[in-house]
């Protein structure tokens, strides 16, 4: 079984997809989750984890200097030792350091297909350049900005969209199954 620790900034829904599919969906007997971990205080997804009876862990960012900061997650993160990280909704840029200590064992999910939107905001640029169809990529992390090699990709049809809320949903849904659904296949090793 590997040990994952999930690393989020905000509202956690993708983390909360995670953890049911752990305890009780497709990666039950697959993966245990050790903790969540959040560079927010506030940030809505810690509840959700403790709800879940998930051990949080927070490193406030803000107001640090960000080298220090990194300094003290990979600290923490060597102290975890999980088989992978997985990020999900973590809005920070990870150092170099903390890539080199977990190769290939770090992964994010992206709301673009990653070879056409890189960084933030990837639904309102789906919106903005009125596409009928986006993607989202679960893809491993590399140094770079959303270019490290794709685990894989996933149509949203967001053709009857109104609004970028629309397409959040829309694309959200798509998310939480499909996440679980990558997280599955490398587990396992397939
Ligand atoms: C998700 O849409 C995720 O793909 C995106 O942030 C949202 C987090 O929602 N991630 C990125 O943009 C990473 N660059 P959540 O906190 O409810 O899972």
Redesign the pocket.
Known sequence: MKKITIL??????????IIRNIQSGILKEICTIQSVFSNKKN???LHKASKLGIPTHVIASKGIKRKIYNALLLDWLKNENPDFIV?????KILSPEIIQEFPKKII?????DTSLH??????DWAFENKLKTTK?TVHYVDEGL?TGKVIGKKEVDISDCKTIEDV?QK??KI??KF?SECLKKIFEDK
Do not use: K, T, W
């Open positions: 989020i900034s905000g509202r956690g829904s993708n983390m909360q997809a940030a809505a997804g990020l999900a909704g973590y809005m994010n999910i992206h709301p673009a890189q960084g933030l905001h990837g639904y989202v959303d959040e694309g959200l998310e939480h996440y």
